[in-house]
C-alpha cells in the first residue's frame, strides 16, 4: 500500500490549499482513511475522517474551515483548506485503515491507521 500526499505550500493567513493523497494498492471504496497534522515539538492531532459510508468527524479546531471528501474513481482522498490560520501550520499526513478495523462512525485517534504517507507540509504567513 502506498500513500502521496501532494498539495501543501506556503499561503497567508486566510487563504486556502487542496491537499491531495492517491493510494495505491488500497481501495477508497468504503475505506476508513483521515488527515493528521503535526506541528514541531507538538503531538499529533486527528484533524479529520471520514468512514466507509461517507461520515465525516472534523476537529473543533477546523469545524467550519476543512473538507475532507474522497474521489473513489481517482482512489484519491482530498482536504479542503480555507481561511487557514497561524495555528494551522504542520506536517500533514494522509493515513488508513484495513477494512478489517474500519469503523462506520470514523474517530479522530490515529490508532487504526496503519498505512501512511509521506506527509505534506503547509505554512501560514501572517
Known amino acids: 500500500v502506498q500513500l502521496v500526499e501532494s498539495g501543501g505550500g506556503s499561503v497567508q493567513a486566510g487563504g486556502s490549499l487542496r491537499l491531495s493523497c492517491t493510494a495505491s494498492g488500497y481501495t477508497t471504496y468504503r475505506a476508513c482513511m483521515g488527515w493528521v497534522r503535526q506541528a514541531p515539538g507538538k503531538a499529533r492531532e486527528g484533524v479529520t475522517a471520514i468512514g466507509p459510508f461517507g461520515t465525516t468527524t472534523n476537529a473543533d479546531s477546523v469545524k467550519g474551515r476543512f473538507t475532507i471528501s474522497l474521489d473513489n474513481a481517482a482512489n484519491t482522498l482530498y482536504l479542503q483548506t480555507n481561511r487557514l490560520k497561524p495555528d494551522d501550520p504542520a506536517m500533514y499526513y494522509c493515513?488508513?485503515?484495513?477494512?478489517?478495523?474500519?469503523?462506520?462512525?470514523?474517530?479522530?485517534?490515529?490508532?487504526?491507521?496503519?498505512?501512511w504517507g509521506q506527509g505534506t507540509q503547509v505554512t501560514v504567513s501572517a
Open positions: 493515513a488508513a485503515a484495513p477494512s478489517r478495523l474500519c469503523t462506520m462512525i470514523p474517530d479522530l485517534s490515529s490508532t487504526n491507521y496503519i498505512y
